[in-house]
Structures are given as C-alpha cells and as structure tokens.
C-alpha cells in the first residue's frame, strides 16, 4: 500500500503523463474511467481522487467513499462499460485530517475500450483516439509486441481447451468476491471479458491467445503453443547434487498453482500466528505468493524453464523475466508491471493473488513473520525470489524432514515463541488445541478451491474427515461460510 510520504510527493510533483487528480468528493465522474482506460492502454499511471488539478487536497466526503468504492469495482467489471475488465480497488488513504482515494493503474497487455471509445495518454490527460486509425493501429501494434500472452492462435478452438471441466470451478472461486459477474456469465463470456478471446478490429483475425491456452489448454495443446513451458519443482535437502523429490508441472495454469504449491506444503514446515486477529497460515501465504508470481509474470516465449527449489534454509524460484529494470526489488518503493497482464488478472479474479504490487509486499510481511528474515526478489533476464526458511540457521519455522507441524504465534510486534505446538496426531479430534480452531487453514483451502469435497479438503489440509466435518459445523455457525447447492454439485462461499 501506498505510504502517506509517497502520495504527498506525488502530490506535490502534480499532474503529469503517469499521475491525475481528480476533486471527485461524492461520487465518480465518467473522466475518472477516461483515465483508468488511458493509463491502461499507454504505460501506467496513478490517479489520487480527492485532489484539484493543481494539487490542492480536497478530501473525500466519508459517507461517499464506500459507495464510490464499489461503484470503481462494478463499472470496471461490467462488460457493458468496460473491455476487458479490470480488476482495480480505490485505497483510502488519509492525508492531514482528509480522506483521498487513490489507485495504480497497470499497463494492460490488451486495448482497453470504454464503450466504443478508446482513450490514450498524452502529456497529462486523456484523448479518444477511436476516429484515428493510424493512431490506433499504434496503440494495437505496441500492445502485441509487449506482451507474447497476446499472441493469436486462430485455429484453435473451444476443443483444444478444457472449458468443460474448468470453468464450473472458475465461477465458483469468482465467487470469493460478492457479486462477480462471472457467476452469471456464459463460457465464451468470461473468456472474452477475461481478454482471453480477441477480435481484432483492425486486422479482422479472431480467435484464442496464449494466455487462454496456458490457462483453459489441453497437455499436448499447451506444449504445441509454448513449447518451453514446463516448471521443475525441486527438493535439495539432502542429495545436493541431483534431487530428493521433483515434480515436472506442465499442465494449464489453474490446476498448476494448486500443484505447486502443495509441493511446497509437503516439503516445509507450517506454521500458524494470529494476525490482525485472524489465524494465517503464514506457509500457506508464502507458497501462494511464490507460485503465483512464477506463473502469472513470467516470460512464456522463453524456452528456459521455471524452476522452484526448496532447500534446507530457504526456497529459491527462477523464471525467464521481460526486464523493465534490473537488480533488487524494494517493497517500499517500487512501481509494479505485470509482465502477462491478462493472466495476472484472471489469477486476481478467481482468488490466486491479490491486487498488483500487493504480492511483493505479502511476501515481505509474512517471510519477516515466518523466519524473522527478508525474502530477496532480483529482476533481470532471469527474476529470482528468495525466501528463507531459517534465520541464523537455526530452526526457526524452517523444515523438518518435510513434515508438517503447526506453530501457534501472536503477531503483535513479536512472536511468541514459546507457544509451539506440534500438530502429531490429526486424527486425532479430541484435542482442539493441536487443529486451526479458528478455521483459516480450511478458508484458505476453500478459496482455491470452493467445491471441494470432505475427503479433499481433509486430504488438504492433512486431517481426518470428522475433523473437517467439525471444522465446517464451526465455521458456519460464525456466520463465515455457506453452502449453495447441493452436497454433491453446489459449493461455498465465503462470507467472512
């Protein structure tokens, strides 16, 4: 999130080619759109609300700002409005006394429309260049050559995917955020309001792209279409020269993260602490921002493999990367680029990340937590993530010989270490204090995956089925979660 420090020295450097104001105090004006498209479609850019044109903070009315709020979220979400849809939430920030909203608005690898208008930056505002056919045979040509997620397969057809079998699951984990659209879309719907099918309307081709094939594709589909796409997941703990487990992942994106980072769960140890008076599991979240981050910003046109490599001390995952910069990232003040903006959306959109820019710094607060340590993220032609395990090296909520324990912490400037806690025993259900009483491991678990079965989930979560009968009674009886449909076809959603 964005520091008080930083929006004030973007305010004070004013309004430029990637920063608006806009003095909207009660509700969304349609120029605040116009800029949300236009940034999207040139390089990026902020837009603070709150805030006159020449840089005078006006504040946010309160009573407005949860309705403004919602309305940002639905219009970019309403394919009515806006194509593709975009997955954007305004912040609030305040500012000497004054409530401002403010948003960063990433490049997107397709041509945003809004309606029928298309909207470009130019100096510090925004200009519907749809009448100009060389102006946007421009903007069409400079999105294609940025991002290979874009490249157009026009043979290939609704066969070569797994549309049948993935999108009843992709409804159902849009649904962790209330209202989505997709719940009441059709197929060809979603994937267009995804950006996953494109009808270009200067060079009349149609058709499926890559980020459609990665996500929705069939095994030997994906291979023929990204040749180089495979991720090695690793263990080297104890034969350092070749490997003491692996696993080759080569299958679509969606089923790929859930693959991945259960590995991850089977070779690291858990660890459960109390933050923000919620109990997380900090492995879990560590896991999520690892996988998700190697396959939602990689460079697919490569054909150098991804790998993750779990050690004794530390994880360390490398990826081909399109470079913007080169050496360390810094939580505090670096500015995020998507590098497949479509993927990272759709991955946004069903619960496998969160806004972009927000997984960095997730990565960074719940490493400090797990092992008192910072994680490294280096970007260069290859981007690398390092993420310790152990501090000092010391077995501070490292491994231990892949099982899977729980530590129960207080995260409230220091952990407790002395409360440790070893899950031993799941079947066992007598003893509450030794399961995730507060039910966040069985959330999280339900958010990848809202049709899970029992048996799944208790496979998951590595308990016995009574446990997760028990864990679901719970839950539901706080009001959390909420069963819809039937026992063997519906699934949950979380309230929460």
């Not at 409530?99 to 960063?104: I, M, N, Q, R, S």
């Not at 080569?250 to 991850?264: A, H, K, P, Q, R």
Request: aromatic share 8%; hydrophobic share 40%; charged share 25%.
């Amino acid at each position: 999130m964005l520091t008080v420090a930083q929006l004030k020295k973007m305010i004070a450097e004013g309004e430029g080619f990637v920063i608006e104001f806009k003095s909207n105090s009660d509700r969304l004006s349609t120029d605040v759109f116009e800029t949300v498209a236009s940034f999207s479609n040139r390089y990026g850019g902020h837009i603070i609300l709150g805030v006159s044109n020449d840089g005078e903070i006006l504040g946010v009315n309160r009573n407005a700002a949860e309705g403004m709020k919602k309305n940002f979220v639905n219009q970019l979400n309403n394919p009515e409005f806006i194509v593709p849809s975009l997955f954007l939430n305004l912040e609030e920030i305040e500012v000497d006394g004054k409530l401002l909203l403010y948003v960063y608005v990433p490049v997107s690898s397709q041509m945003v429309m809004m309606g029928a208008k298309i909207f470009d930056r130019a100096e510090d505002g925004d200009f519907d260049i749809g009448r100009s056919v060389d102006l946007v045979a421009n903007l069409a040509r400079r999105k294609s050559l940025d991002f290979s997620e874009r490249q157009l397969f026009p043979y290939a057809t609704e066969k070569d995917l797994r549309l049948a079998e993935l999108m009843p699951r992709v409804r159902n984990m849009s649904q962790y955020i209330p209202n989505h659209p997709w719940g009441k879309m059709s197929t060809m719907e979603i994937m267009r309001s995804a950006g996953l099918y494109e009808d270009d309307k200067i060079t009349g081709r149609k058709g499926f792209n890559l980020a459609a094939i990665l996500l929705f594709g069939r095994d030997e589909v994906i291979r023929s279409c990204a040749p180089g796409y495979v991720t090695d997941a690793i263990l080297r703990r104890e034969n350092l020269d070749r490997y003491d487990d692996r696993l080759m992942v080569e299958t679509n994106l969606i089923d790929s993260f859930g693959l991945l980072t259960d590995f991850i769960a089977k070779h690291t140890l858990d660890r459960f602490f109390l933050i923000d008076n919620r109990r997380i599991s900090v492995r879990g979240a560590i896991a999520r921002e690892i996988v998700s981050n190697s396959l939602a910003h990689r460079e697919y046109s490569s054909t150098v493999p991804a790998t993750i490599v779990i050690e004794r001390d530390r994880i360390v995952a490398q990826n081909w990367c399109r470079a913007k910069r080169v050496g360390k990232l810094d939580a505090n003040s670096f500015t995020p680029e998507s590098k497949n903006p479509l993927i990272a959306r759709f991955f946004v959109n069903i619960g496998y990340a969160d806004q972009l820019g927000s997984g960095v710094r997730n990565l960074y607060r719940y490493t400090q937590i797990y092992s008192g340590c910072e994680p490294e993220l280096i970007e260069g032609d290859v981007f690398k993530t390092v993420v310790p395990l152990m501090k000092n090296g010391a077995n501070g909520g490292g491994v231990v010989n892949g099982a899977n324990g729980i530590v129960n912490g207080i995260v409230n400037g220091k952990n407790d270490a002395n409360d440790t806690n070893h899950d031993t025993n799941d079947t066992n259900d007598t003893n509450d204090t030794n399961h995730d009483t507060n039910g966040a491991a069985l959330l999280s678990a339900l958010k990848v995956n809202p049709s899970a079965s029992y048996n799944e989930l208790a496979d998951t979560l590595k308990v016995s089925r009574p446990t997760i009968s028990r864990m679901i009674a719970q839950l539901k009886s706080r009001g959390l979660i909420e069963r819809k449909g039937s026992l063997r076809s519906g699934y949950w959603v979380i309230k929460g």
